[in-house]
């Protein structure tokens, strides 16, 4: 069931802001597009979830913005409750996932929906959705704000989706590179000097392509 039909990144004007403009390429999605998109989402997931009392499940941590917002919009009963995913093996096909945290609410019998900032390989996703179905609960839908599916390796699509994007390497709204950019408001584009190995001093931080430095840090 897939309910929710994407809106698309694009067709966004707006200027980063000067403090980011070094680190930012440009805004792909704006802070009152994320909003009205979440309100819009929150409506569907209340329609497919009216009269159970759902358990929110997100994984940590790229999803800290996404769930505070997403769950005000939300006007059912609900319990929250987290799961720790982190990726290692960075330069490696694998990445091996490791679950860092695990649930603490029992999800047999419940209804589920399961929060991630973006599904990109699907990966994450397939793991977590075997390790929550072993756990039995009655269903589970899945959430992420951002989809890039030209990336995708594993047969899965989310059933609520904030954004499609295209195969660019995001930041902010939560979504970090190596730990940092979590606190942008907005989903923006991150400068290729930032992770390309020509930059000096704070910029050398990682030597590693996008898609490897991410797999070091948490999700
Ligand atoms: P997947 O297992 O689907 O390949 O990757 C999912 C995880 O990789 C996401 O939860 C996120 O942590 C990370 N990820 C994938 N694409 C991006 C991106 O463009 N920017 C950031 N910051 N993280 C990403
Ligand atoms: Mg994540």
């Known amino acids: ?19 980011w403009r070094p680190d930012v390429e440009r805004v792909l999605i704006t802070q009152g597009r994320i909003r ?18 759902m358990v929110v499940v997100s994984l940590l941590n790229g999803t800290v ?4 917002d997403l769950v005000r919009c939300l ?3 609900l319990r929250l409750d987290f799961i720790g995913v982190s990726s290692y093996g960075a330069g490696t096909e694998s990445g091996e996932l490791i679950f860092t945290k695990d649930l603490r609410l029992d999800v047999r019998g419940r209804d589920v929906l399961l929060v991630d900032d973006i599904l990109d390989t699907g990966r994450t996703m397939t793991r977590v959705l075997e390790r929550l179905t072993a756990l039995g609960p009655r269903r589970i839908r899945t959430c992420v704000l951002l989809d890039k599916p030209s990336r995708r390796i594993k047969s899965i699509q989310a ?14 709204y939560g979504l970090d590179f190596a730990e940092r950019y979590r606190n942008l408001p907005f989903v923006g584009v991150l400068h ?4 390309s190995h020509k930059q000096t001093g704070t910029r050398r931080l990682s030597r590693l392509n996008p898609p ?4 070091i840090s948490a999700l």
């Open 75 to 77: 006007s059912l009963p």
């Open 36 to 53: 009205n998109r979440l309100r819009i989402l929150a409506r569907e997931i209340e329609r497919d979830f009216i009269g159970s009392e």
């Open 159 to 172: 059933d609520y989706v904030g954004f499609e994007i295209p195969d660019v390497f995001v930041v902010g």
């Open 192 to 195: 290729p000097d930032i992770y």
């Open 65 to 68: 913005m996404l769930l505070a």
């Open 1 to 19: 069931m897939n309910s929710s039909t994407p809106t698309s990144a694009f067709a966004n004007t707006a200027r980063v802001p000067a403090r």
């Open 212 to 215: 490897e430095a991410m797999k």
